[in-house]
């Protein structure tokens, strides 16, 4: 059974910093790709950052060049940095794992092919 656990979400205003963190257990079929997903009250889940198991990355255009999607295997644990954060970033952030999955740049993850979630953890940004 895979489980997936995000902490380090919390309150921050326009401009600050905040990580993340998904700790994992449980087997996933290699190669897997692991995400964050976020979805704000009112709009649909979308994807933020994805890394498969060779590493490669994918960003939502959103975020890219302020958010860092990394892992430490060691650890089983994944994260995204978010720098410069906006108000427009508020909202729950959830950690996904796909199995039989490679990231390929340019191309997002769908929410549908998700196998597992975490919970989630809230970011919100004032302005």
């Known amino acids: 059974q895979v489980q997936l656990v995000e902490s380090g979400g919390g309150s921050v205003q326009a401009g600050g910093s905040l990580r993340i963190s998904c700790s994992k257990s449980?087997?996933?079929?290699?190669?897997?790709?692991m995400a964050w997903f976020r979805q704000a009250p009112g709009k649909e889940r979308e994807g933020v950052a994805a890394?498969?198991?060779?590493?490669?990355?994918n960003y939502a255009d959103s975020v890219k060049g302020r958010f860092t999607i990394s892992k430490d295997n060691a650890k089983n644990t994944q994260y995204l940095q978010m720098n410069s954060l906006k108000p427009e970033d508020t909202a729950m952030y959830y950690c996904?794992?796909?199995?039989?999955?490679?990231?390929?740049?340019?191309?997002?993850?769908?929410?549908?092919?998700?196998?597992?979630w975490g919970q989630g953890t809230q970011v919100t940004v004032s302005s």
């Open positions: 890394i498969g198991s060779d590493a490669k990355l």
């Open positions: 996904a794992a796909v199995g039989s999955c490679r990231v390929r740049p340019g191309l997002p993850i769908s929410a549908a092919i998700v196998d597992y």
């Open positions: 449980g087997y996933i079929y290699s190669p897997y790709c």
